[in-house]
């Protein structure tokens, strides 16, 4: 079993409206959430990370984390086509002193 | 403003030529990260240091090495690149192991 799983997309939806992108993880200690985002060609870079249940948003970003059911989800609210890019997830696995494990990432396209 | 950069942003070599990467950071990290991202794949860990203490992954090739000099900088060593060595190659850093990690603009390798 993979030890971060996404839905590798493409997620298309219109401008405007709200995306969900979701990521499992298959290590129930698992401590340290992260999603961050990746244009073509270029770097990942961090939008959120979510350490406790419940939910983190920061602006149009929510981060939803769910222990219990080992899944992390992100939300972007009036979504724009400057978002369409992909959403990589990343965990840091239980023992804590460990590198990121990476998903494959969700392919956004946000329709004008 | 503190960042982590990384140099040539393009490497243009040849079959069994070898290449070196540059990664150097003002964010005065412990932990700097070296990942090979093929395209629509997540990136894949080849090695981390901790301070000075090198971590290798397990399926990391032979044909890659790296050095850290110093806090600073960190150095990716690719001894005999082969045709499957064409990649983006990222270096990240964090203040310590289990943290949020920050990427540079990563170096897009392509061997002829």
């Known amino acids: 079993q993979k030890e971060v799983e996404q839905n590798s997309g493409p997620l298309s939806v219109p401008e405007g409206a709200i995306a969900s992108l979701n990521c499992t993880y298959s290590?129930?200690?698992?401590?340290?959430f992260f999603w961050y985002r990746q244009y073509s060609g270029k770097s990942p870079e961090l939008i959120m990370f979510?350490?406790?249940?419940g939910d983190k948003e920061d602006g149009r970003f929510t981060a939803q984390l769910n222990k219990a059911s080992q899944y992390v989800s992100l939300l972007i609210r009036d979504s724009q086509p400057s978002d369409s890019a992909t959403y990589l997830c990343?965990?840091?696995?239980?023992?804590?002193?460990?590198?990121?494990?990476f998903g494959k990432g969700t392919r956004l396209s946000v329709i004008a | 403003d503190a960042m982590v950069i990384q140099n040539p942003r393009y490497q243009v070599t040849q079959f069994g030529k070898p290449v070196t990467l540059s990664c150097s950071q003002t964010?005065?990290?412990?932990?700097m990260y070296w990942y090979q991202q093929k395209s629509s794949q997540a990136p894949k860990l080849l090695f981390h240091?901790?301070?000075?203490?090198?971590?290798n992954e397990a399926d990391t090739p032979d044909n890659f090495q790296s050095r850290r000099p110093n806090t600073s900088f960190c150095f990716l060593d690719i001894r005999s690149p082969g045709l499957g060595d064409a990649a983006m190659y990222l270096c990240?850093?964090?203040?310590?192991?289990?943290?949020?990690?920050?990427f540079g603009p990563g170096t897009r390798l392509t061997v002829l």
């Open positions: 990240a850093t964090s203040p310590t192991s289990g943290d949020t990690q920050y």
């Open positions: 290590d129930r200690g698992s401590q340290s």
């Open positions: 979510i350490y406790s249940n």
């Open positions: 990343a965990v840091i696995l239980n023992s804590g002193n460990t590198p990121l494990v």
């Open positions: 964010l005065n990290h412990n932990v």
């Open positions: 240091y901790y301070d000075k203490d090198f971590n």
